[in-house]
Protein backbone atom coordinates (compact mmCIF):
# COMPACT_ATOMS: atom_id res chain seq x y z
CA UNK A 1 0.00 0.00 0.00
CA UNK A 2 2.81 2.52 1.01
CA UNK A 3 4.55 2.03 -2.22
CA UNK A 4 1.12 2.60 -4.43
CA UNK A 5 0.88 5.91 -2.24
CA UNK A 6 4.39 6.91 -3.66
CA UNK A 7 3.33 5.82 -7.20
CA UNK A 8 0.88 8.51 -7.05
CA UNK A 9 1.08 12.22 -7.31
CA UNK A 10 0.06 12.82 -3.69
CA UNK A 11 3.53 12.37 -2.84
CA UNK A 12 6.87 13.79 -3.50
CA UNK A 13 9.62 11.57 -1.68
CA UNK A 14 12.90 13.66 -1.31
CA UNK A 15 15.88 12.51 0.66
CA UNK A 16 18.34 14.36 2.89
CA UNK A 17 21.56 12.44 3.45
CA UNK A 18 23.46 15.06 5.61
CA UNK A 19 23.18 14.68 9.34
CA UNK A 20 23.64 18.00 11.52
CA UNK A 21 25.57 17.79 14.40
CA UNK A 22 26.92 19.99 17.37
CA UNK A 23 30.52 19.98 17.58
CA UNK A 24 32.40 20.50 21.01
CA UNK A 25 36.08 20.11 22.64
CA UNK A 26 38.61 22.13 23.80
CA UNK A 27 38.75 23.66 27.41
CA UNK A 28 37.23 25.60 28.02
CA UNK A 29 34.45 23.58 25.28
CA UNK A 30 33.28 25.42 22.45
CA UNK A 31 30.63 24.84 20.66
CA UNK A 32 30.30 25.24 16.73
CA UNK A 33 28.12 23.22 13.91
CA UNK A 34 28.31 21.37 10.65
CA UNK A 35 27.24 18.48 8.37
CA UNK A 36 28.61 14.93 7.90
CA UNK A 37 27.05 12.25 5.51
CA UNK A 38 28.04 8.49 6.62
CA UNK A 39 29.68 6.26 4.40
CA UNK A 40 29.69 2.66 5.82
CA UNK A 41 28.57 0.27 8.89
CA UNK A 42 30.19 -1.04 11.87
CA UNK A 43 30.58 -3.99 10.27
CA UNK A 44 32.69 -2.29 7.42
CA UNK A 45 29.95 -2.20 4.62
CA UNK A 46 29.89 0.59 1.92
CA UNK A 47 26.92 2.98 1.63
CA UNK A 48 27.69 4.15 -1.71
CA UNK A 49 24.78 6.54 -1.90
CA UNK A 50 21.23 7.44 -0.81
CA UNK A 51 19.70 4.59 -1.69
CA UNK A 52 21.42 1.84 0.10
CA UNK A 53 21.69 4.48 2.97
CA UNK A 54 17.61 4.39 2.88
CA UNK A 55 17.61 0.73 2.04
CA UNK A 56 20.06 0.14 5.48
CA UNK A 57 18.28 2.32 8.20
CA UNK A 58 14.49 0.37 7.05
CA UNK A 59 15.90 -3.16 6.83
CA UNK A 60 17.79 -2.25 10.53
CA UNK A 61 14.18 -1.07 11.43
CA UNK A 62 12.23 -4.01 9.90
CA UNK A 63 14.53 -6.84 10.61
CA UNK A 64 16.43 -8.41 7.61
CA UNK A 65 14.52 -10.62 5.44
CA UNK A 66 14.27 -11.11 2.03
CA UNK A 67 11.16 -9.39 2.03
CA UNK A 68 11.90 -6.26 3.67
CA UNK A 69 15.28 -5.82 1.59
CA UNK A 70 13.18 -6.10 -1.24
CA UNK A 71 10.56 -3.58 0.29
CA UNK A 72 13.05 -1.23 1.68
CA UNK A 73 14.76 -1.29 -1.93
CA UNK A 74 11.78 -0.23 -3.58
CA UNK A 75 11.50 2.47 -1.28
CA UNK A 76 15.01 3.76 -1.93
CA UNK A 77 14.50 3.55 -5.73
CA UNK A 78 11.56 6.38 -5.56
CA UNK A 79 13.61 8.74 -3.52
CA UNK A 80 15.30 11.76 -4.97
CA UNK A 81 18.10 12.99 -3.25
CA UNK A 82 18.53 16.35 -2.09
CA UNK A 83 21.01 18.44 -3.64
CA UNK A 84 20.86 21.86 -2.84
CA UNK A 85 20.67 23.48 -5.84
CA UNK A 86 21.32 27.07 -6.01
CA UNK A 87 23.16 27.03 -3.06
CA UNK A 88 27.33 27.14 -3.74
CA UNK A 89 27.95 26.43 0.31
CA UNK A 90 25.32 23.36 -0.15
CA UNK A 91 24.68 21.72 3.12
CA UNK A 92 26.70 24.24 5.05
CA UNK A 93 24.20 26.53 4.54
CA UNK A 94 22.18 25.26 7.84
CA UNK A 95 24.69 25.72 10.06
CA UNK A 96 25.51 29.34 8.88
CA UNK A 97 21.57 29.52 9.06
CA UNK A 98 22.44 28.39 12.51
CA UNK A 99 24.95 30.42 14.04
CA UNK A 100 23.29 33.96 12.45
CA UNK A 101 20.00 32.58 15.04
CA UNK A 102 22.51 32.43 17.71
CA UNK A 103 23.30 35.89 17.57
CA UNK A 104 19.84 36.98 18.86
CA UNK A 105 20.24 36.61 22.62
CA UNK A 106 16.60 36.79 23.22
CA UNK A 107 15.90 34.13 20.57
CA UNK A 108 18.12 31.62 22.47
CA UNK A 109 16.88 32.35 25.93
CA UNK A 110 13.05 31.51 24.95
CA UNK A 111 14.67 28.15 22.71
CA UNK A 112 16.70 26.57 25.25
CA UNK A 113 13.67 27.16 27.68
CA UNK A 114 11.18 25.59 25.16
CA UNK A 115 13.83 22.30 25.01
CA UNK A 116 14.38 22.16 28.82
CA UNK A 117 10.26 22.05 29.76
CA UNK A 118 9.77 19.72 26.85
CA UNK A 119 12.45 17.44 27.75
CA UNK A 120 12.68 17.87 31.65
CA UNK A 121 9.83 16.82 33.59
CA UNK A 122 8.70 19.21 36.34
CA UNK A 123 10.51 22.04 34.57
CA UNK A 124 8.33 24.99 34.07
CA UNK A 125 8.12 28.38 31.98
CA UNK A 126 8.92 30.63 35.76
CA UNK A 127 11.92 29.06 36.39
CA UNK A 128 14.90 31.56 35.95
CA UNK A 129 18.15 30.85 34.49
CA UNK A 130 21.16 32.20 32.42
CA UNK A 131 22.12 30.15 29.34
CA UNK A 132 24.19 33.02 27.02
CA UNK A 133 26.74 32.19 23.75
CA UNK A 134 29.68 34.06 23.02
CA UNK A 135 31.03 33.89 19.68
CA UNK A 136 34.73 33.56 19.14
CA UNK A 137 37.63 35.30 16.64
CA UNK A 138 37.19 31.67 14.83
CA UNK A 139 33.54 31.72 14.52
CA UNK A 140 32.55 28.97 17.34
CA UNK A 141 30.68 29.91 20.69
CA UNK A 142 31.52 29.54 24.17
CA UNK A 143 28.55 29.02 26.64
CA UNK A 144 27.89 30.41 30.11
CA UNK A 145 25.24 29.17 32.01
CA UNK A 146 24.24 28.34 35.44
CA UNK A 147 21.97 25.23 34.81
CA UNK A 148 22.45 22.61 37.00
CA UNK A 149 22.77 19.64 34.57
CA UNK A 150 23.45 16.96 37.35
CA UNK A 151 19.73 17.39 38.39
CA UNK A 152 18.14 17.80 35.00
CA UNK A 153 19.47 14.34 33.92
CA UNK A 154 18.24 12.99 37.22
CA UNK A 155 14.69 13.95 36.02
CA UNK A 156 15.01 13.45 32.83
CA UNK A 157 16.18 10.50 33.03
CA UNK A 158 13.25 9.15 34.63
CA UNK A 159 11.39 9.13 31.60
CA UNK A 160 14.59 8.33 29.29
CA UNK A 161 17.25 5.32 30.04
CA UNK A 162 20.61 6.62 31.12
CA UNK A 163 22.12 4.80 27.80
CA UNK A 164 19.84 5.81 25.31
CA UNK A 165 20.56 9.78 26.28
CA UNK A 166 21.71 12.83 28.79
CA UNK A 167 20.74 16.19 28.68
CA UNK A 168 24.06 18.69 27.69
CA UNK A 169 24.95 21.83 26.43
CA UNK A 170 25.60 20.10 23.13
CA UNK A 171 22.21 18.51 23.22
CA UNK A 172 19.94 21.68 23.23
CA UNK A 173 21.72 23.24 20.80
CA UNK A 174 21.42 20.47 18.47
CA UNK A 175 17.66 20.80 19.18
CA UNK A 176 17.62 24.07 18.04
CA UNK A 177 19.66 23.29 14.99
CA UNK A 178 17.41 21.12 13.94
CA UNK A 179 14.15 23.38 14.06
CA UNK A 180 16.45 25.50 11.89
CA UNK A 181 16.97 22.49 9.53
CA UNK A 182 13.00 22.19 9.48
CA UNK A 183 12.60 25.55 8.67
CA UNK A 184 14.79 25.69 5.85
CA UNK A 185 14.12 22.52 4.14
CA UNK A 186 10.47 24.26 4.30
CA UNK A 187 11.09 26.78 2.82
CA UNK A 188 13.06 25.05 0.02
CA UNK A 189 10.12 22.84 -0.98
CA UNK A 190 7.30 25.87 -0.58
CA UNK A 191 5.97 23.63 1.73
CA UNK A 192 4.12 23.84 5.24
CA UNK A 193 6.16 22.47 8.11
CA UNK A 194 4.32 19.28 9.92
CA UNK A 195 7.22 18.45 12.50
CA UNK A 196 7.49 17.11 16.29
CA UNK A 197 5.80 20.02 18.74
CA UNK A 198 9.04 21.14 20.09
CA UNK A 199 10.74 21.65 16.69
CA UNK A 200 7.64 23.68 16.06
CA UNK A 201 7.86 25.84 19.55
CA UNK A 202 11.03 26.93 18.40
CA UNK A 203 9.80 28.03 15.22
CA UNK A 204 7.30 30.21 16.42
CA UNK A 205 10.21 32.26 18.21
CA UNK A 206 12.13 33.21 15.21
CA UNK A 207 10.06 31.77 11.89
CA UNK A 208 6.73 32.19 12.71
CA UNK A 209 5.21 32.95 9.76
CA UNK A 210 5.50 29.23 8.53
CA UNK A 211 3.72 27.82 11.22
CA UNK A 212 0.94 30.63 10.68
CA UNK A 213 0.37 29.90 7.73
CA UNK A 214 -0.59 26.56 8.91
CA UNK A 215 -2.07 27.36 11.54
CA UNK A 216 -4.68 29.20 9.41
CA UNK A 217 -4.86 26.33 6.37
CA UNK A 218 -6.11 24.11 9.15
CA UNK A 219 -8.75 26.46 10.99
CA UNK A 220 -9.87 26.82 7.53
CA UNK A 221 -10.24 23.27 6.97
CA UNK A 222 -12.08 23.23 9.90
CA UNK A 223 -14.49 26.25 8.72
CA UNK A 224 -14.96 24.10 5.45
CA UNK A 225 -15.89 20.86 6.91
CA UNK A 226 -17.97 22.61 9.55
CA UNK A 227 -20.32 25.15 6.91
CA UNK A 228 -19.88 22.99 3.75
CA UNK A 229 -20.22 19.20 4.74
CA UNK A 230 -21.22 19.26 8.47
CA UNK A 231 -23.27 15.68 8.10
CA UNK A 232 -20.30 14.33 6.78
CA UNK A 233 -17.38 12.97 8.70
CA UNK A 234 -13.73 13.48 7.86
CA UNK A 235 -11.46 11.37 6.05
CA UNK A 236 -9.62 11.51 9.40
CA UNK A 237 -12.88 9.79 11.21
CA UNK A 238 -13.54 7.72 8.24
CA UNK A 239 -10.06 5.64 8.64
CA UNK A 240 -9.87 5.98 12.19
CA UNK A 241 -13.42 4.17 12.94
CA UNK A 242 -12.41 1.21 10.36
CA UNK A 243 -14.98 2.01 7.68
CA UNK A 244 -12.04 2.82 5.31
CA UNK A 245 -8.91 1.31 4.96
CA UNK A 246 -5.84 2.54 3.98
CA UNK A 247 -5.98 0.98 0.93
CA UNK A 248 -9.38 2.25 0.20
CA UNK A 249 -7.40 5.72 1.20
CA UNK A 250 -4.75 5.09 -1.47
CA UNK A 251 -7.20 4.08 -4.44
CA UNK A 252 -9.70 7.02 -3.69
CA UNK A 253 -6.33 9.65 -3.66
CA UNK A 254 -6.46 10.02 -8.30
CA UNK A 255 -10.15 11.08 -7.86
CA UNK A 256 -9.39 13.88 -5.38
CA UNK A 257 -6.62 15.67 -7.85
CA UNK A 258 -8.83 18.36 -9.50
CA UNK A 259 -9.96 19.04 -5.99
CA UNK A 260 -6.65 19.11 -4.82
CA UNK A 261 -5.80 21.66 -7.49
CA UNK A 262 -8.36 23.97 -6.48
CA UNK A 263 -7.08 24.00 -2.93
CA UNK A 264 -3.78 24.97 -4.35
CA UNK A 265 -4.88 27.82 -6.33
CA UNK A 266 -7.67 29.13 -4.27
CA UNK A 267 -6.65 32.72 -2.83
CA UNK A 268 -5.53 32.50 0.74
CA UNK A 269 -6.29 36.20 1.28
CA UNK A 270 -10.41 35.07 0.28
CA UNK A 271 -10.54 31.79 2.46
CA UNK A 272 -11.59 28.31 1.19
CA UNK A 273 -15.20 28.38 2.27
CA UNK A 274 -15.74 31.77 0.16
CA UNK A 275 -13.42 30.37 -2.71
CA UNK A 276 -15.71 26.96 -2.72
CA UNK A 277 -18.65 29.25 -3.02
CA UNK A 278 -17.52 31.30 -5.71
CA UNK A 279 -16.29 28.59 -7.57
CA UNK A 280 -19.14 26.72 -7.50
CA UNK A 281 -21.76 29.48 -8.36
CA UNK A 282 -19.78 30.54 -11.35
CA UNK A 283 -21.17 30.43 -14.60
CA UNK A 284 -19.18 28.85 -17.42
CA UNK A 285 -19.38 29.90 -20.81
CA UNK A 286 -22.00 27.42 -21.68
CA UNK A 287 -24.15 28.82 -19.19
CA UNK A 288 -24.07 32.15 -20.84
CA UNK A 289 -25.82 31.06 -24.31
CA UNK A 290 -29.43 30.95 -24.22
CA UNK A 291 -30.43 27.84 -22.45
CA UNK A 292 -32.90 26.24 -25.23
CA UNK A 293 -30.20 26.71 -27.94
CA UNK A 294 -27.64 24.91 -26.52
CA UNK A 295 -29.44 22.15 -25.36
CA UNK A 296 -31.00 21.63 -29.20
CA UNK A 297 -27.48 21.47 -30.71
CA UNK A 298 -26.15 19.18 -27.63
CA UNK A 299 -28.59 16.61 -28.32
CA UNK A 300 -29.06 17.14 -31.52
CA UNK A 301 -25.62 16.47 -31.97
CA UNK A 302 -25.48 13.20 -30.14
CA UNK A 303 -28.24 11.91 -31.88
CA UNK A 304 -27.48 12.30 -35.31
CA UNK A 305 -24.11 10.33 -34.48
CA UNK A 306 -26.23 7.65 -32.64
CA UNK A 307 -28.57 7.68 -35.85
CA UNK A 308 -26.11 6.98 -38.47
CA UNK A 309 -24.94 4.22 -36.18
CA UNK A 310 -28.10 2.27 -34.97
CA UNK A 311 -30.85 4.38 -36.61
CA UNK A 312 -33.25 7.32 -36.07
CA UNK A 313 -34.82 5.49 -33.18
CA UNK A 314 -32.31 4.66 -31.16
CA UNK A 315 -30.41 8.40 -32.11
CA UNK A 316 -33.55 9.98 -30.65
CA UNK A 317 -33.34 8.13 -27.40
CA UNK A 318 -29.53 8.37 -27.13
CA UNK A 319 -29.94 11.78 -27.61
CA UNK A 320 -32.05 12.03 -25.02
CA UNK A 321 -30.13 10.35 -22.45
CA UNK A 322 -26.50 12.14 -23.33
CA UNK A 323 -28.01 15.61 -23.08
CA UNK A 324 -27.72 16.20 -19.31
CA UNK A 325 -24.06 14.06 -19.25
CA UNK A 326 -23.10 16.35 -22.33
CA UNK A 327 -24.43 19.33 -20.59
CA UNK A 328 -22.53 19.17 -17.21
CA UNK A 329 -19.15 18.48 -19.60
CA UNK A 330 -19.25 21.48 -21.50
CA UNK A 331 -19.93 23.30 -18.48
CA UNK A 332 -16.85 21.87 -17.05
CA UNK A 333 -16.39 20.31 -13.42
CA UNK A 334 -16.86 22.21 -10.45
CA UNK A 335 -15.38 21.49 -6.92
CA UNK A 336 -18.71 20.31 -5.30
CA UNK A 337 -18.87 16.99 -7.77
CA UNK A 338 -15.92 16.09 -6.22
CA UNK A 339 -17.60 16.85 -2.17
CA UNK A 340 -21.27 14.86 -3.51
CA UNK A 341 -19.60 12.35 -5.49
CA UNK A 342 -16.06 10.68 -4.58
CA UNK A 343 -15.81 12.60 -1.09
CA UNK A 344 -19.10 11.36 -0.03
CA UNK A 345 -18.76 7.83 -1.40
CA UNK A 346 -15.90 7.22 0.56
CA UNK A 347 -16.36 9.00 4.15
CA UNK A 348 -20.36 7.74 3.77
CA UNK A 349 -19.11 3.95 2.74
CA UNK A 350 -22.71 2.18 1.96
Same mark, same amino acid.
Given at each position: ???????? #?????????????????? !??????????? /???? /?????????????? *??????? $?????????????????????????? *????? /??????????????????????????????? *??????? %????? *?? $???????????????????????? #???????????????? #????????????????????????????????? %????????????????? !????????????? $???????? !???????????????? #???? /???????????? %???????????????? !??????????????????????????????????????????????? %??????
Amino acid at each position: MLLDLFDS #AAIQLSYVRQNFAVISGG !VPTAYDFGAFT /VQGN /VDGSKLRNHQDEIA *EALTREL $GRSRETEKFAQKIADKAALHRYRGLP *EKEKV /VPDLMRADLEDQNFVHHAVKLVLMHMVPGFT *EDIGFTF %RLFRS *EK $GDFFIDTDLDFERLNEAFHTVVPV #AEDSLTPARILAEIQD #ARADTFFAAHYMAEPVTGSLSSDIMRLKHFEFL %RSRSANTDDIELFHELV !VPDFPTIREALNS $GERSFWDF !VQFLPQANRFKKFLTE #ANPD /VGLVKSYQDEVT %RKSWVETLPGKSIRFV !VAAGTGFAASSLIGPIGGLAVGATNTFLLDRLLKGWKPNRFIQGPYK %RFVLPE
